[in-house]
């Protein structure tokens, strides 16, 4: 079965820092991937997305996530975290059935604390 | 507001009673889906539907869950019986029926069992 694995469960940062967040699927074919964030008491928002072309992409408020097929990953990156950014994350995947997809398959999350 | 809407927000029953929830999906979106969330994990699949089809289901949707889509438009979530182990927030999405496209997601229901 496919599934996703998030290797930290906490993060600590202080405002500057920089931060990775690792995310490491298992599945051998086509697959869009997602991370998504929930900041405190609100709704899931998509963070970013990759569906094929420049394994690099960028979303939104500085969040960036290279997709590296080898390594079966899509890390999150910032070069520099705010206060703001204290949420949890979710790395996602589903897959590409060539002309629809399926369900996401959700990790089990990261939650970063940014201290100011 | 045009995002996906859940209600209700809460919900506290009482160990046994049905309750339903509803999910009224981005207007022009086909697909919905349902998830639960339990503390400290991810949001775990349920079912989804594209339009009032009910395509695909988790072995997680015991059969004392049922979910609806009647005319494609909004859903249900009924869980009947309930248990102590049903207590997550239950979340829904939606999204187009293409290639690539992300889920929307509600803010949820809360379901606490006592």
């Known amino acids: 079965a496919q599934s996703v694995s998030q290797h930290n469960h906490h993060v600590i940062l202080s405002e500057a820092a920089s931060l990775e967040l690792g995310c490491n699927y298992s599945?051998?074919?086509?697959?869009?991937l997602f991370w998504y964030v929930q900041y405190p008491g609100q709704h899931l928002q998509l963070l970013l997305k990759y569906f094929s072309g420049d394994p690099l992409v960028k979303g939104i408020k500085g969040f960036e996530a290279e997709f590296i097929k080898s390594k079966f990953s899509f890390n999150l990156r910032k070069p520099s975290v705010q206060w703001s950014d204290t949420a949890e994350y979710f790395c996602?995947?589903?897959?590409?059935?060539?002309?629809?997809?399926?369900?996401?398959?959700f990790g089990k999350g990261t939650k970063l604390s940014v201290k100011p | 507001d045009t995002g996906v809407s859940q209600n209700p927000r809460h919900k506290i029953t009482k160990r046994g009673q049905n309750v339903t929830f509803r999910c009224d999906p981005i207007?022009?979106?086909?697909?919905l889906y349902w998830y639960r969330q339990t503390l400290g994990q991810g949001p775990e699949f349920l079912t989804y539907f594209q339009n009032e089809a009910q395509l695909e289901k988790s072995r997680l949707l015991s059969d004392r869950f049922s979910a609806e889509r009647p005319k494609g438009s909004f859903s249900t979530l009924e869980i009947q019986r309930t248990e102590q182990g049903d207590s997550a927030m239950y979340l829904c999405?939606?999204?187009?029926?293409?290639?690539?496209?992300?889920?929307?997601f509600g803010q949820g229901t809360r379901l606490t069992v006592v």
């Open positions: 999405a939606s999204s187009w029926d293409s290639l690539n496209t992300e889920a929307f």
């Open positions: 599945y051998g074919g086509t697959v869009n």
């Open positions: 207007s022009e979106h086909n697909r």
């Open positions: 996602a995947v589903n897959i590409n059935y060539g002309g629809s997809q399926g369900n996401l398959i």
